[in-house]
């Protein structure tokens, strides 16, 4: 069945930004028209409920201070804040594994390792500097990175394996307040 709909402006795809988008517009009295590719909206924020009821996401999960206009959007949406941790013994979870840290920060897998995960930490705090927060699309190699996920990048920059898993870890412990001591990972 083939349905025809005309309206002013298409935004595609119904992650935060899209929706956002199409919020903005729809308030401004434009006919909008949200097209997504998957059978829910939500993109890369995704919670799944256990048959108890408890509850993981799967996508984003924190906000941190800073985050301003999201935290906004909340209080706006009646969407619930509650504290998370950023003190305590790190746990980390590896294949089956679970590895109790007390000296805040990330268990280690040898030197050669924390030394590859210090270096792409430092390589990838340079590249945020070169991004304008407040128009990251300027930003000298915007277009190019872009269209590159943190995997490639990863896999591209940093060699041992067990170095590629901690600059991810120091992301969501960044998103999470600065910190990536004192939770489960
Ligand atoms: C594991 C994980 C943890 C994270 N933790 C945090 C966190 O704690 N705090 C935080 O602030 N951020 C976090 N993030 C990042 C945050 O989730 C994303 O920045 C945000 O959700 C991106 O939203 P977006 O709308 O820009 O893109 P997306 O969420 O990627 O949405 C894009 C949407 O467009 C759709 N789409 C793509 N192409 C098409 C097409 N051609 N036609 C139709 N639809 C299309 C996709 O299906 C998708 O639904 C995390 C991300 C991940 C993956």
Do not use: K
Not at 64 to 78: F, K, M, N, T, Y
């Amino acid at each position: 069945m083939s349905t025809q709909r005309s309206c002013d402006v298409v935004v595609v795809g119904g992650g935060l930004s899209g929706l956002y988008a199409a919020r903005l517009l729809a308030a401004a009295g434009v006919d909008v028209l949200v097209l997504e590719a998957q059978s829910r909206v939500g993109g890369r924020t995704l919670t799944g409920h256990f048959a108890d009821g408890t509850f993981v996401d799967d996508g984003g999960q924190w906000v941190s201070p800073g985050q301003d206009c999201i935290v906004g959007l909340a209080e706006e949406l009646g969407v619930g804040l509650f504290p998370s941790w950023s003190e305590g013994a790190t746990v980390c979870w590896r294949a089956g594994e679970r590895i109790v840290s007390n000296d805040g920060f990330l268990p280690q897998d040898g030197d050669a390792a924390f030394a590859a995960t210090q270096t792409a930490a430092a390589a990838l705090a340079g590249m945020a500097e070169m991004v304008p927060p407040e128009a990251p699309w300027m930003a000298p190699r915007a277009e190019e990175w872009d269209a590159t996920t943190l995997h490639e990048w990863l896999a591209a920059h940093v060699g041992p394996m067990a170095a590629r898993r901690l600059p991810c870890l120091f992301l969501l412990g960044g998103l999470a307040g600065g910190r990536s001591s004192g939770g489960e990972t």
